[in-house]
Structure formats: C-alpha cells, structure tokens
C-alpha cells in the first residue's frame, strides 16, 4: 500500500501549481506557525493546512499527519508539564522524581507545551500537504541547475527507496508463502538479502546513467514547463499572508504570555490575522468549470513536461484534466 | 481495589503529591523596593503554600512580567529593567539576606524566609552576595529554612562584641561558642585587625568583589612597628563610602561605624561590625537592630546616623 504521504498526481490547483508556488504558499502557513504563540493564531494556521490538503485532495495525508501532529502536541504538553515548573498556578503536585526534583504541573507550562505542540502539529500537516501534493521530480528539477549531483542523488534515493521497500515486502511475502511450518525468516537475513540485492540494483543504475551518458556535462534545458495559471494565486496568498502577520505583528497580534500567568490576547488585530490565514487555507480551491470544449481555441497543454516528460497527462489551459 | 486505592492515595500523598498548590507552609515577608532600599515599593507578609517558590510569592503580590520561560523578572508593577541615565538597572532578590545562586522560579519558599526584591544600578556590580537589610535573618531562622550555628568573633572590639551578641539574643538567636564549621560569622572590632579576616578584606578590593559600596583607606601614612603593633598602636583607618557606580562619594571618617556582608567564593555570608577606632566599632554595635539595618544592603554610623550605603549618585 502506498504511502498516505506519497505524491499522487491530481488536476487540483495545488498540484498543478509550480512546486516554487506550492512551497511559497505551504512555507508561508509554517512561517506564520512560527512567528506567532498566540494559540488561536496556530489554530487558524492548523486550519488553513488542514483546508489546503482536503481541498487538494490529500485527505490521507491530512489525516495521518494530523494523528501524528496531535500525538506529538500531546507528548509536548507532557513533557513541558514535567520538565517546566514555572508559572504561578500550580494544578498538581507530584512530588519527588529522580533527576527532574520537584514536580509541580502548573497550567501555564500545560498552555505553553499546547502552543508549541500546535506549532509542531501545523508544521507536520503543511508538510504532509507538501510531500502529497507537490511533485517531487519538479522540485528537483528546479534544484538541478543549482546543485546538478545533489539533484542526481536526491532523485535516485527517491525512485531506490521505494523500490527496496517493495523488495522487502516481496521477500516477506516470499517467506510466508514457504508455509506455516517453515521457520520463520530472521531480520537479519531478511537484511543481507535486501542489501545484496540493492547492491546488485545500484551496479546496474551507475552502468546504465553512464550509458545515458550522465557523466557528460547537462543537455541544455529543454521542454521547460510553462508556470501555471495558478502560480500566480498561491505567490499572492503566501505574501499577502507573510505582509499581514508581520504587520499584525507590529500591531501586537502576538499578545500571548504563559509566565507567570496566562494571558491570551484577543485583540482585533489577531481576530483579523486568525481570520486572514484560516481563509488563506481556500487557496487551493477550484473554480467551477462549464462542461464544455476543453478550452476555447482547443490548445492542450502537456501536465509535466513536454515530449520527454514521462507522464501522458494533459490538461487544458483552464487546468483541467483532460487526458491521461 | 478500594484498599489499592486508598493506599496508593496515602502514599501519593505522603510523597508531597496532590492537586493545586499544596497546604500552608507558613508566612514569609515580601518586601520590594528600588535604589538600593531606598525607595520601598511594597512590604507585606504572605502566607506561603507548598509548591510556592519565590517567583510564585511574587506574582501573587505584584503585578509582573517576566522573560526567558518565565525563569528571570523583567519588571515588577511596570518598572522594568533597562538603561536609565546611560547605567543598567535590574531586579534582584535576596532570601534571608543572602543573594541565590538560582533562579527566583527554582527557589522553593519554605515559610518563614524574608524575600527582598530590589531595582537597582548595577553599573559597579551584578554580584552583591549578601545584605543586611533582612536583619535579624539569617541569623533568626537560617537561609532558606536551613539553620546554620551563629558565632561572634571578637576582633579586638570587646564591648561592641558584647552588645552585638545582646543584639543577637533579643531576636532570640542562640549565640554559639568556639569555631563550629560552617557558621554565620560576626566579624566584630576595629578594622585593623578585621581586615586579616580574607572575607573581610574583600571589602578593600571594592564592591565588585564583596559587594559592599564602602572602603577603608589608611589615615596613618605608615604601616606601624612590631613593637608599635604589640602595644596596640596598630594602622587607623578612615571609612569611605561609595556612591551607586562604586566611586568614592564622601570620607566618613575614622569614627564613622560599618555594618555590612559579604561572602567569600559564594560562601555562607559573613557580617563585619567594624570601623577606623574602637569607638566607631561601638558606634556600629549600637546600631545592631532591625531600626538601623532593614531594607539597606550595608550602612554607615556616621555621628549617631544611620547612612545607608551606597550613598546616592550626585
């Protein structure tokens, strides 16, 4: 079974958007995450990424990594509760522990490990929405001309790690099928057998990028694929949001203390920027389209790349699929 | 399953655990002020709970904000640390008289203590390691509820000795006899013996190193003879008393007294009761009390009056 994390071509905006676009907007929910403590401000941000995964289809993305992201707040909270004991208002006593000496919970370090466990919770979603929706090849093809080996790398570990993964449920799979009075197979040799077997597959991925001519200085960029008509949107959300909560900032939206006491502010100021990025989590959304002919001249645009793309995807020029 | 329970409970219990702050572990006095003393802000007496440190004593009396999770005090009823008059000026506190080594957010209360919070320069020093403004503590009640044997040590100030110890039974402290290791240390008679004391002479290296704003300069302009030593003549001093920034701000003179503490390499504080003559030494005894000492980090007896040190800045 896939990975609810793994990338999966759909025709939704985000995805279709240049990975420059999708990591502008993405970053700017995180960057927003991590200029803020303000409880209701990560929660709008928490929203926002939630929103932007559902609308673009990543739902098993979105919902491991909120399962995930919500364990880790909690572990947060727990942690900070134990380790910090500061804060005026003391909700338990738990006496003497080793190491960590007198143990007293108060409510604000509770509150301050819910708002760092909010922040990490955001981040996790924004990047479970990122690695679902954002083509990887396309990302580093962006990469390429910056650091052409790293890209090189980064590719063949992206393609050989799955690939390993399928061998090591297929020598499973062959294990089991020995029968049930077959000795089980050991981690261990299950491990050699693996490693040989990468071993074996990366003598044959060198010999055949040598015979595709790797080695040779990079072919002029050819096929570079046109920016999306949604670019543009995503470019607008992620700095509209980056403006607002710095100036939202300035104008102390960011009116949160846990020490001694908790005080959340609720001001107008970080009403209207919680407002702002929870919709700014909309911007993955789709216009509705008229069924009608493809678009008005009949012209199709290729989805990722040109002749030597890969992929047979094509959409239109509203951004509609409309052959695979 | 009801036993399990009940015993898990006393046990949990029995271990200093429960829900909210915990019981009444007694009274302590919270006292704030600024410039050294000078400017009281607050004095009243809480009662502590047992899970109450001394950052929580605080917020429960003031109005705070504070910085670095919470650990250090940023300001107290809107007076916050900052440059004032191209000089620093911080919170700091003292327990029973004595500067912590941690954090007012570590620092557990044990009933009992008196907590003193002061704004002050710290352009001459950030290290003041005890006061005697908390008189009669710590000699009364220990350092943070630890009680230490309290010893007079008569350097050649015989008289000022006896009403110092006086002073010390009317507060009903037990004034031990011999030299029992790690005691609170009076420091009692003319400066020039005391000044042999090495905690004592930290006081002529200047604030930085003992903390306290005064020193002693020599008004004889000679060290005496062996023979001049053995008949008493020893070296005069004259008091000097410093201002905020640590700079000589007014001769006292020789009959001027000196109360003040300190402490060595962050040891138990020690007290000096001193002066240039054995006059100003009485001087100094006399004023032993709660009347002359509470709320100033060292004083001078100068004629009678009480001159709380450092002098502030012209």
């Known amino acids: 079974m896939k990975s609810p994390f793994a990338y999966q071509p759909r025709p939704r905006p985000l995805q279709l958007a240049s990975p420059g676009a999708a990591v502008a907007y993405l970053g700017a929910i995180v960057a927003v995450a991590f200029l803020y403590s303000n409880p209701l401000v990560l929660l709008a941000a928490g929203a926002a990424a939630v929103t932007a995964g559902l609308l673009a289809g990543a739902r098993r993305a979105v919902w491991f990594a909120l399962k995930m992201g919500l364990a880790l707040a909690l572990l947060i909270v727990v942690v900070n509760a134990l380790v910090v004991d500061r804060g005026a208002t003391v909700v338990a006593r738990l006496g003497e522990w080793p190491l960590l000496g007198r143990v007293d919970v108060t409510f604000e370090a509770l509150v301050a490990g819910l708002s760092s466990g909010l922040r990490a919770a955001v981040t996790m979603v924004a990047a479970a929405v990122y690695s679902a929706c954002v083509d990887p090849d396309r990302v580093l093809r962006v990469l390429r001309p910056l650091a052409r080996r790293s890209a090189l790398t980064a590719t063949l570990v992206s393609r050989l790690v799955p690939v390993a993964a399928a061998d090591a449920a297929r020598l499973r799979d062959a294990g089991r099928l020995r029968g049930p009075a077959a000795a089980p197979v050991g981690k261990a040799p299950l491990a050699r057998r693996l490693l040989a077997g990468s071993l074996d597959r990366a003598v044959d991925v060198a010999a055949t990028l040598e015979l595709r001519g790797y080695s040779l200085d990079a072919p002029p960029a050819r096929n570079r694929r046109s920016r999306s008509r949604y670019d543009r949107r ?31 502010g609720l001001g107008g100021a970080t009403l209207a920027l919680s407002g702002l990025v929870a919709l700014s989590g909309l911007a993955p959304l789709r216009r509705k389209q008229n069924r009608r002919s493809p678009s008005a001249d009949g012209t199709k645009v290729p989805l990722y790349g040109g002749k030597s793309s890969r992929r047979r995807a094509v959409v239109d020029r509203s951004g509609e699929v409309a052959r695979v | 399953m009801a036993v399990v329970s009940a015993l898990l409970c006393a046990t949990l219990a029995t271990a200093g655990c429960g829900l909210g702050p915990g019981a009444d572990v007694g009274d302590v006095r919270l006292t704030v002020t600024r410039e050294y003393g ?29 910085r670095y999770g919470g650990g250090f005090v940023h300001s107290i009823d809107g007076v916050a640390e900052g440059q004032r008059g191209g000089d620093p000026y911080d919170w700091f506190f003292y327990v029973d008289g004595v500067e912590s080594q941690i954090g007012a957010a570590e620092y557990d209360v044990a009933g009992g203590e008196r907590i003193w919070w002061d704004y002050r320069n710290w352009s001459a020093t950030d290290h003041v390691p005890a006061v005697v403004g908390s008189w009669p503590a710590p000699f009364s009640d220990g350092i943070g509820g630890r009680r230490y044997p309290v010893v007079v040590e008569c350097e050649g100030g015989e008289g000022a000795c006896g009403e110092a110890r006086e002073a010390l039974e009317r507060e009903g402290v037990k004034v031990a006899s011999g030299e029992p290791e790690k005691a609170l240390r009076i420091l009692v008679g003319p400066w020039a013996q005391v000044r042999h004391d090495p905690a004592a002479r930290a006081i002529e290296a200047g604030p930085a190193e003992s903390g306290i704003f005064a020193d002693f300069i020599s008004a004889s302009p000679r060290e005496p003879s062996n023979s001049e030593h053995s008949r008493g003549l020893a070296k005069s001093f004259e008091l000097v008393a410093l201002d905020q920034g640590g700079e000589v701000a007014e001769s006292l003179g020789p009959n001027a007294g000196l109360v003040a503490a300190t402490s060595r390499y962050g040891g138990l504080p020690a007290w000096v009761v001193t002066g240039g003559t054995a006059a100003a030494v009485g001087e100094a005894a006399h004023a032993f009390d709660a009347e002359h000492l509470r709320d100033h980090y060292a004083v001078a007896i100068d004629r009678g009056k009480t001159v709380p040190l450092p002098l502030e800045e012209r």
Not at chain 1, 240 to 263: C, K, M, N, S
């Open chain 2, 38 to 66: 000078a400017v009281p802000v607050l004095d009243t007496a809480v009662e502590a709970k047992e899970s109450d440190t001394v950052m929580r004593v605080l917020e429960g009396e003031a109005d705070i904000s504070t």
């Open chain 1, 234 to 264: 995503f470019y607008a959300v992620a700095a509209f949001g980056l403006i607002a909560a710095t100036a939202a900032r300035a104008l102390g939206a960011d009116d949160f203390q846990t020490y001694p006491t908790v005080e959340i």
